[in-house]
């Protein structure tokens, strides 16, 4: 069974999953071949992919239990919720060893229900490696189930916006953990422990995060919990606005935000639970090889790999050949478009024809599916404006390290000193500035000031080698958008960058 994106599809394949819906039920069914109109409701739906047939696999949860589930979150049925608390940890608990490698499909407009079960699934599993009991596992389920219901109480319009938020529309939105809290506080049957999850799982470590700015032990452990499962599952979740991540580079952001917007220890704890290259998904390899997952070994960063350009199934964490070969966060446009050439929709499909039910007549026909689900758009030479960043950092190999992970998205500046960057802004005019914190002659915080009083008023992100409470506080006192950790790491860089350059943490991922 391989996951393919929806753009990929082509007509004749077998649908590997079921795909439901919370109120529609099962819209398609395994083994049901795949035709124009549905991959096109696919696509307009807001669908990633679809797993088709190879070999049958067994679902995480009953067809019948993520039914019954996306259904009573939609209805915001509490006592169902609770109840079915109980069947998902049982279920959960049985296969208590096993990681999660799979990658959830879900429309845009169906995106509560399905996201409040994963958040719920990778709460236990996280409670399951944290040698969690039975009760306090449920209590994760049920947390993860109840956290967005706060969103039914704010309007649909703002909730499926297919956009990001401005500044008025997120303060409407983050009141959706008041709204939550509010909804469940009367009742008995749910524990304190978990009212205060739902609450507080917006708070970040550093006390940036909403709706009180609470910060460390401030914030209770099954709030931490829903915060990591939370962020991951958005963030690999596709916006209209946004591509979604993948499994590895969700991660990495994890890790960038280690003790910064989430607790260490639970980071530990989802890392032992998910795989960063779900098996059935396409990979690039370091050497620019495109290959495909065939399955996982014990380090789940070195899968078994279809390497489709040298036709072989190689496993990375024994092969020689490959030992040096290391597999790309990111796949490079050019390498994008040139495999998506390869992989032009026609007519045949890839799956056995007595095993395909057979396509209308009028479908078959051979047609470039991504230019007609995209439209056709002109082709012009003219680049887009990137967004200037300017980076001021006394360490050249820091210096350089950080303009190479930016350069080929954004227009970058760099200065060796405060005074240098002080004597340039205006004539740079950027749209950004990473500025090191400890430097020699003038710190970054006295250059943000003299920068502000030079008329430049930029987002400011904070590069330091320190995460203690007095260099938050001094990060926050001079204005700034955020503050990253050296070393850097490039995915979490570059999304606190978009965070920054769109206003306000969370909203790009909200």
Same mark, same amino acid.
């Given at each position: 069974?391989?996951?393919?994106?929806?753009? !990929?599809?082509?007509? &004749?394949?077998?649908?590997?999953?079921?795909?439901?819906?919370?109120?529609?039920?099962?819209?398609?069914?395994?083994?049901?071949?795949?035709?124009?109109?549905?991959?096109?409701?696919?696509?307009?739906?807001?669908?990633?992919?679809?797993?088709?047939?190879?070999?049958?696999?067994?679902?995480?949860?009953?067809?019948?239990?993520?039914?019954?589930?996306?259904?009573?979150?939609?209805?915001?049925?509490?006592?169902?919720?609770?109840?079915?608390?109980?069947?998902?940890?049982?279920?959960?608990?049985?296969?208590?060893?096993?990681?999660?490698?799979?990658?959830?499909?879900?429309?845009?407009?169906?995106?509560?229900?399905?996201?409040?079960?994963?958040?719920?699934?990778?709460?236990?599993?996280?409670?399951?490696?944290?040698?969690?009991?039975?009760?306090?596992?449920?209590?994760?389920?049920?947390?993860?189930?109840?956290?967005?219901?706060?969103?039914?109480?704010?309007?649909?319009?703002?909730?499926? !916006?297919?956009?990001?938020?401005?500044?008025?529309?997120?303060?409407?939105?983050?009141?959706?953990?008041?709204?939550?809290?509010?909804?469940?506080?009367?009742?008995?049957?749910?524990?304190?422990?978990?009212?205060?999850?739902?609450?507080?799982?917006?708070?970040?470590?550093?006390?940036? &995060?909403?709706? $009180?700015?609470?910060?460390?032990?401030?914030?209770?452990?099954?709030?931490?919990?829903?915060?990591?499962?939370?962020?991951?599952?958005?963030?690999?979740?596709? !916006?209209? $606005?946004?591509?979604?991540?993948?499994?590895?580079?969700?991660?990495?952001?994890?890790?960038?935000?280690?003790?910064?917007?989430?607790?260490?220890?639970?980071?530990?704890?989802?890392?032992?639970?998910?795989?960063?290259?779900?098996?059935?998904?396409?990979?690039?390899?370091?050497?620019?090889?495109?290959?495909?997952?065939?399955?996982?070994?014990?380090?789940?960063?070195?899968?078994?790999?279809?390497?489709?350009?040298?036709?072989?199934?190689?496993?990375?964490?024994?092969?020689?050949?490959?030992?040096?070969?290391?597999?790309?966060?990111?796949?490079?446009?050019?390498? @994008?478009?040139?495999?998506?050439?390869?992989?032009?929709?026609?007519?045949?499909?890839?799956?056995?024809?007595?095993?395909?039910?057979?396509?209308?007549?009028?479908?078959?026909?051979?047609?470039?599916?991504?230019?007609?689900? $995209? &439209?056709?758009?002109?082709?012009?030479?003219?680049?887009?404006? @990137?967004?200037?960043?300017?980076?001021?950092?006394?360490?050249?190999?820091?210096?350089?390290?950080?303009?190479?992970?930016?350069?080929?998205?954004?227009?970058?500046?760099?200065?060796?000193?405060?005074?240098?960057?002080?004597?340039?802004?205006?004539?740079?005019?950027?749209?950004?500035?990473?500025?090191? $914190?400890?430097?020699?002659?003038?710190?970054?915080?006295?250059?943000?000031? !003299?920068?502000?009083?030079?008329?430049?008023?930029?987002?400011?992100?904070?590069?330091?080698?320190?995460?203690?409470?007095?260099?938050?506080?001094?990060? @926050?006192?001079?204005?700034?958008?955020?503050?990253?950790?050296?070393?850097?790491?490039?995915?979490?860089?570059?999304?606190?960058?978009?965070?920054?350059?769109?206003? @306000?943490? &969370?909203?790009?991922?909200?």
């Amino acid at each position: 069974m391989r996951f393919i994106e929806t753009e !990929k599809l082509k007509m &004749g394949m077998l649908v590997g999953r079921d795909i439901i819906e919370s109120g529609s039920g099962v819209i398609f069914s395994r083994g049901q071949a795949l035709s124009f109109a549905m991959i096109k409701q696919l696509f307009d739906k807001g669908y990633p992919g679809v797993y088709v047939m190879d070999e049958p696999k067994d679902e995480l949860l009953p067809v019948k239990l993520i039914k019954e589930t996306y259904n009573a979150v939609a209805n915001c049925d509490i006592n169902k919720i609770i109840m079915l608390s109980d069947r998902i940890t049982d279920i959960l608990l049985e296969s208590r060893d096993e990681v999660l490698d799979i990658v959830d499909m879900r429309s845009y407009n169906d995106y509560i229900p399905h996201h409040s079960l994963f958040v719920a699934i990778y709460a236990v599993k996280m409670g399951i490696v944290l040698s969690y009991d039975k009760n306090r596992l449920k209590d994760l389920c049920m947390a993860g189930l109840l956290h967005d219901l706060g969103k039914y109480k704010i309007s649909p319009n703002l909730v499926n !916006k297919k956009g990001v938020l401005d500044n008025s529309e997120f303060a409407i939105m983050k009141k959706h953990t008041h709204l939550g809290f509010e909804f469940i506080s009367n009742n008995t049957a749910i524990s304190d422990e978990v009212k205060m999850a739902v609450l507080l799982h917006h708070e970040n470590e550093n006390g940036t &995060g909403y709706p $009180y700015g609470r910060s460390e032990n401030e914030i209770t452990e099954y709030a931490k919990i829903l915060h990591v499962a939370d962020v991951f599952d958005a963030l690999t979740t596709k !916006k209209p $606005y946004r591509k979604e991540y993948s499994n590895a580079n969700a991660i990495d952001y994890l890790e960038g935000g280690r003790n910064i917007l989430f607790d260490s220890r639970f980071v530990d704890a989802f890392e032992e639970i998910i795989v960063p290259y779900p098996t059935g998904t396409g990979i690039m390899l370091s050497n620019g090889d495109m290959a495909e997952v065939l399955m996982q070994t014990a380090d789940y960063k070195r899968p078994i790999i279809f390497n489709k350009s040298t036709k072989e199934e190689i496993n990375l964490l024994t092969s020689e050949e490959y030992a040096n070969e290391v597999i790309m966060d990111e796949i490079p446009e050019d390498k @994008k478009k040139e495999n998506n050439e390869k992989e032009k929709v026609a007519t045949i499909v890839e799956t056995n024809p007595d095993d395909v039910v057979p396509v209308p007549e009028a479908d078959r026909h051979e047609f470039d599916i991504t230019a007609y689900l $995209y &439209g056709e758009k002109e082709e012009t030479d003219e680049p887009k404006e @990137k967004k200037k960043i300017m980076i001021v950092d006394d360490v050249l190999v820091s210096l350089i390290q950080t303009k190479g992970m930016l350069m080929s998205n954004y227009e970058v500046s760099t200065f060796n000193s405060g005074k240098a960057a002080v004597s340039n802004v205006n004539f740079i005019k950027p749209d950004l500035i990473l500025m090191d $914190y400890a430097m020699p002659e003038m710190d970054g915080a006295t250059a943000v000031d !003299k920068i502000r009083e030079a008329g430049c008023n930029a987002p400011v992100i904070f590069l330091t080698g320190k995460c203690d409470k007095e260099t938050v506080y001094a990060c @926050k006192k001079s204005g700034a958008a955020d503050y990253i950790v050296k070393p850097v790491n490039a995915v979490y860089l570059k999304a606190r960058i978009e965070v920054a350059l769109f206003e @306000k943490g &969370g909203k790009v991922f909200e």
